[in-house]
């Protein structure tokens, strides 16, 4: 029998900022302006957001019909975040992977605006926004990890890597990846393409 997580459309992924890498958030809003004017990144692209002065909330956002993208401080650690709003086609490893390119692609614009922009490489966080499809319990876990896994394999290059949850019931579905080594976001984009 299957689980609804292979149904899953709505996701968010997270890619931190590598340790000592603390951008001026509001240096961000003219660079997601600017993306807007010359369509640098997939999607309709509508309007900028600033929520920076929100205690670990969601920073500075790039609001798309499809998805949105953020510079985002949920949990207290800045990372460039993607979250998928509208349906993809394939299955749910390969929705997986179109969000990661997202995120990537986004990861990579702002890595050409500065070092200090930079992504950790070997770090990422992924959450369901569908607490009916993906409540945060172990068998949505156990469903999402193997589909999860093979993506991993992939985007690092076969590294071991460590999944954690947040078994709080109040919380999305989420996991947090740490891997052996890692990559800059271009090469983790190029592994998934």
């Known amino acids: 029998m299957s689980h609804p997580i292979e149904d899953l459309q709505r996701i968010s992924v997270k890619f931190p ?42 920073g500075v956002m790039l609001i798309a019909h499809e998805g949105n993208y953020a510079l985002d401080l949920d949990r207290g650690r800045l990372g460039v975040l993607y979250a998928r709003k509208q349906p993809l086609a394939g299955d749910l490893e390969q929705r997986l992977a179109a969000v990661c390119c997202a995120a990537l692609r986004a990861a990579e614009l702002l890595a050409g605006e500065g070092e200090q922009f930079r992504i950790a490489g070997d770090q990422l966080e992924i959450a369901a926004n569908d607490r009916l499809l993906a409540p945060n319990d172990a068998d949505t876990d156990s469903a999402f990890r193997p589909v999860l896994d093979r993506l991993l394999d992939r985007l690092f290059d076969g590294a071991a890597h460590e999944l954690c949850r947040d078994e709080d019931p109040r919380e999305r579905f989420n996991l947090h990846v740490r891997a052996s080594s890692g990559a800059d976001a271009a090469t983790l984009r190029q592994r998934l393409a």
Do not use: K, S, T
């Open 17 to 58: 900022l590598a340790m000592g890498c603390e951008p001026e958030l509001d240096g961000v809003i003219p660079v997601f302006h600017r993306w807007i004017q010359d369509r640098a990144v997939d999607g309709m692209l509508i309007d900028v957001a600033d929520y920076a002065h929100v205690p670990q909330g969601p």
